[in-house]
C-alpha cells in the first residue's frame, strides 16, 4: 500500500479527537473522508502532515514511517497539504505565492510554474497582481497550485469546496480530476460536499466521532440508504 494508517489517536492536549483509525490509500487512488463537524477530518490532516502530533498509532507512507516527522521533513516526501480557508500571502503576488511552494526544494523544475498556469490559467493572466485581490475561487486555486510546485506524489486537500459557488466547485473538480490523471498523484480529500467528493473519489470514508463508521467503493456509498439519508439527502442521488 503506498498510504497505511494503523490504529492512529490523535487530539489537542488532552482531548482525544481520533480514536484508534485504520485504513489505506493505494497509488493514484482518491479516498473521499466525509462526516459530520467535529467527527476528526481536519484532525486527521493535520496528524498525516505533521502539523499535529499522534497520541499512538503509526503512519506508513511508501514502506517508510513517518509518524511524528516535522512538516518540513514529511513535506520532502512529496505530500503536499492544502490547509482549509485558502490560505495565500496576502501581500505578495500570485507568482511569488506559487514560488514560495518550491522553497527548499534542491531540484527545482522551472517547468512547475508552467504547470501550475496550465491548470489554472486565470493565476497566468493575474500572476503579478497581490493574492490578496483573488476571488475566493482564485485564492483556492492558488493555494493547490502553490502544492503542486513541489514533486508532488499525495496531495491533502482539506475543504476544496469550502465558501465557493456551485458553478465553482464543478469547475474545480474538472482541475483536479485532470491534473490526478495526468500527474498520477494520490489524493486524500476531506469534503463536507459528500456528493461532489464521493463522485469525484475511487473510495470513501465515513468518519463520525473520531471513528470509521463505514468504508467502501465510492459509487456504492453513493447508493447506500443511510449515507443518502444522513449526508446525501435522499434527493441528492438517485439510485
Given at each position: ?27 493514484g ?22 502539523l ?46 506559487l ?112 471513528k ?25 442521488v438517485?439510485?
Amino acid at each position: 500500500m503506498f498510504l497505511n494508517v494503523n490504529d492512529l489517536s490523535a487530539g489537542y492536549g488532552d482531548l482525544i479527537v481520533l480514536r484508534e483509525i485504520s485504513f489505506s490509500l493505494n497509488s493514484g487512488e482518491t479516498l473521499a473522508i466525509i462526516g459530520p463537524n467535529g467527527a476528526g477530518k481536519t484532525t486527521l490532516l493535520w496528524t498525516l502532515s505533521g502539523l499535529l502530533k499522534p497520541k499512538t498509532g503509526q503512519i506508513l507512507y511508501n514502506e517508510n514511517d513517518i509518524t511524528g516527522l516535522d512538516p518540513s521533513r514529511i513535506v520532502k516526501t512529496g505530500i503536499g497539504h492544502v490547509i482549509e480557508g485558502m490560505h495565500v500571502f496576502s501581500t505578495l503576488c500570485v507568482e511569488d505565492n506559487l514560488m514560495l511552494g518550491s522553497y527548499g526544494e534542491k531540484n527545482k523544475n522551472p517547468e512547475k510554474l508552467q504547470t501550475v498556469y496550465k491548470y489554472f490559467p486565470v493565476l497566468k493572466n493575474k500572476r503579478k497582481q497581490q493574492a490578496g485581490s483573488l476571488s475566493g475561487g482564485e485564492k483556492q486555486m492558488l493555494s493547490i497550485g502553490r502544492t503542486l510546485m513541489r514533486n508532488l506524489k499525495l496531495l491533502l486537500l482539506d475543504e476544496p469546496s469550502a465558501g465557493l459557488a456551485p458553478l465553482l466547485v464543478d469547475h474545480l473538480f474538472e482541475i483536479l480530476t485532470e491534473m490526478r490523471r495526468e500527474m498520477q498523484i494520490s489524493i486524500l480529500l476531506v469534503e463536507q460536499n459528500a456528493e461532489a467528493a464521493l463522485h469525484f473519489a475511487n473510495r470513501g470514508l465515513i468518519l463520525a466521532q473520531g471513528k470509521i463508521k463505514l468504508e467502501g467503493n465510492a459509487k456504492d456509498l453513493l447508493t447506500n440508504e443511510d449515507v443518502k439519508d444522513i449526508y446525501l439527502g435522499r434527493r441528492a442521488v438517485k439510485s
